[in-house]
């Protein structure tokens, strides 16, 4: 969309903004080198650790892993003694790739023009050479869901592996789903206090509009689905409904985000409507929704986990106990930084979540199987398990602690640089005379 403005962004401010992201992207198109990791502590989340076990990666693949693998002779072998293998960790809602830096609207991609933009791909909009590429998956970010913005139905979200030349390489599955920013009263106070009459009119009224509109908007995409399946010979081609015909027939997913209640109650009712494949983002009141969720199946992608209470009066907690509070009512969720410059950050969150009573086991399941299986594509990643695609990070402790270091880290059976732009300051300015 906007190929070839960072260079010249880069030229105007004396800046080489692509010297790590594209230095640090292997480029093998052939056969993918064996490498077996021994002596470490295995945790493949989907079984028990494995202590003193070996993992042996051929070919982008994981071939094998266990207390007893036999290491094949033209393996690379790499001795992991008193280090900790993991799977690599997948934000269930980011905006890098689509986002360089805010204060230049030049390199935001999120957003397009008009509240309903269904037809809106995520996928074509990555930029492979951002500079936050290097600095997520250093800490151990192999995956994530690049997530659209903007209006009430903001696009179709790509589910993307972190390395590759163009975004065609880096997609891992496209459309992973349809987002909808769900209407809500704007401005309406967060508790129930009095408030102006004309106010309170004028809100509900704008609010009624808005849920008409994406209303008739899933009706007309319904009809456009009948009579595109008709092949009906003359009808006008909408990009928008047409975007929208998987949703409404079951085949994708809807991403529906709420944090109020009174809004996911709505939402949820929204969904029930039109047969829609729920999952809700956000969820701040989800301990106030739990039958309404759990009745449903309704995943749900919490977060972010480091930020604010809503309302003033909203136990200082709650967002930390939020995923414990799910768990325990056995309904499925991931989480989600919903951030570009702090994807980063993302075991942190989960961690958060099991300072606050969240199984420490849960939490890693939060950011790798879990989003996996929410998204469908569990068969291939989210766990260290024989057949699956080797996203696999080498670290010297539990990757939910601060201080925690990852050593190495693969994507899809190749060895990624640990340098970024931060590692290129740090040494520049520790070397400063």
Known sequence: MRRGFLALLGAAFGMTLSVFAQSTIPNN???KPTIAIRNATIVPVT?????????????????????????????????????????????????????????????VDTTELGDF????????????????????????????LAVPEGGIISGQSALIQLIG????????????????????LRGAPLVDVPQDEEQEKELKKSYTK??????????????YGRA????????????????????????????????????????????????LKMILAGGQDVARVIPDLKSRNIPVLLGPILALPQREDDPYDVLFTNAKTLHDNGIRFAIQTTEAHNTRNLPYHAGSCAAFGLPKDIALKAITIYPAEIFGVAEKYGSLETGKVANVILTDGDPLEFRTNVKRVFIAGEEISMDSRHT???EKFKARP
């Open 165 to 184: 030349w163009t975004p065609h390489e880096m997609v891992v599955k496209a459309p992973a789903a349809m987002h909808i920013r769900f209407p809500r």
């Open 47 to 107: 079984s028990a650790p494995i202590s003193n076990g070996t993992i042996v990666i051929s070919n982008g693949v994981i071939a094998a892993v266990g207390a007893n693998v036999s290491v094949p002779a033209n393996a690379t072998v790499i001795d992991g003694a008193g280090l900790f293998v993991y799977p690599g960790m997948i934000d269930a809602g980011s905006n890098v790739g689509l986002v360089e830096m805010d204060s230049v609207a030049g390199t």
């Open 117 to 144: 933009n269904a037809n809106a791909q995520a996928a074509v909009a990555i930029n492979p050479h951002s500079e936050l590429i290097p600095v997520t998956r250093v800490n151990g970010v192999t995956m994530l």
């Open 424 to 426: 290129l300051l740090y």
């Open 228 to 275: 595109a399946s008709a092949k009906v010979k003359r009808f006008d081609r909408d990009l928008i409904l047409e975007g929208l015909v998987p949703v409404v027939e079951g085949r994708v997913p809807v991403v529906i985000h709420a944090n109020q209640a009174r809004d996911i109650r709505a939402a949820i009712e929204f969904a029930d409507e039109f047969k």
């Open 210 to 223: 808005e849920l008409d509109k994406l209303r008739d908007t899933f009706r007309d995409a319904q009809a």
């Open 29 to 31: 198109p052939g056969t």
